[in-house]
């Protein structure tokens, strides 16, 4: 009995003593990846079906991340922020990973062969997110030296860059259907282009749940 509840409360001290923040950091990092493999993949005339395989090696390196994470969560005692908030942003960080899978998956099951102007800005916008997300975590890790001014910021400018996603997804949907293009040829375009945005809401998501915790902090 007396070593039972030794193990028991060895075990909520070593759980207290993760760095929970890092696990934001982590994600952030394996989606940042999946971006930059993307942006490869797209960068030559003909897509690189090697990066696009290589997207989802990654997707199953933030599945495992998240995994690992949750069960931490889910035995901890005591969590430095909410756990709801704490769950919250895994999630939604491991979702940016999963939507971006989602884009290359599609490219293969459409066999889109070749990228567009409205592709590769999507993508630049996507990766330069992705980048802001990863320094956010890595402010919100510093938390306790309250760089809420940084955070605010980079929270503004996810924000403006989804919107500036939500532009050129408009103008991209508006293409297809003026500029005489091959029906098949729309679907394929069309489905790569709500995909593509998917993964700037998933990010803009991310940010207002940080924004959210930092207003109930001050």
């Not at 207290?16 to 993949?41: C, P, Q, T």
Request: with cysteine.
């Amino acid at each position: 009995m007396a070593n039972s509840l030794l193990k028991k409360i060895k075990g909520i001290i070593v759980k207290s003593d993760v760095d929970y923040f890092e696990m934001f950091v982590k994600g952030a990092e394996i989606s940042l990846r999946a971006a930059v493999a993307l942006k490869h993949a797209f960068e030559d005339e003909l897509i690189n079906e090697h990066e696009l395989i290589k997207i989802r090696e990654i997707e199953h390196e933030g599945d495992r991340h998240v995994h690992d994470s949750l069960q931490i969560v889910n035995d901890a005692f005591i969590t430095p922020i909410d756990q709801s908030d704490l769950l919250d942003i895994l999630k939604g960080i491991e979702d940016v990973t999963d939507y971006i899978d989602d884009v290359a998956a599609h490219c293969y099951m459409l066999d889109i062969r070749s990228t567009d102007m409205y592709i590769d800005k999507f993508i630049d916008i996507m990766v330069v997110t992705c980048q802001k997300q990863l320094d956010l975590m890595y402010h919100l890790k510093n938390i306790k030296k309250l760089p809420y001014e940084q955070m605010k910021t980079l929270i503004g400018e996810i924000n403006s860059l989804e919107e500036d996603a939500d532009r050129v997804y408009q103008m991209g949907m508006r293409s297809l259907f003026t500029n005489g293009l091959d029906p098949i040829e729309i679907v394929r375009r069309k489905e790569i282009y709500i995909r593509l945005e998917d993964v700037l809401d998933g990010l803009e998501r991310v940010a207002n749940v940080v924004h959210s915790l930092m207003v109930a902090k001050l």
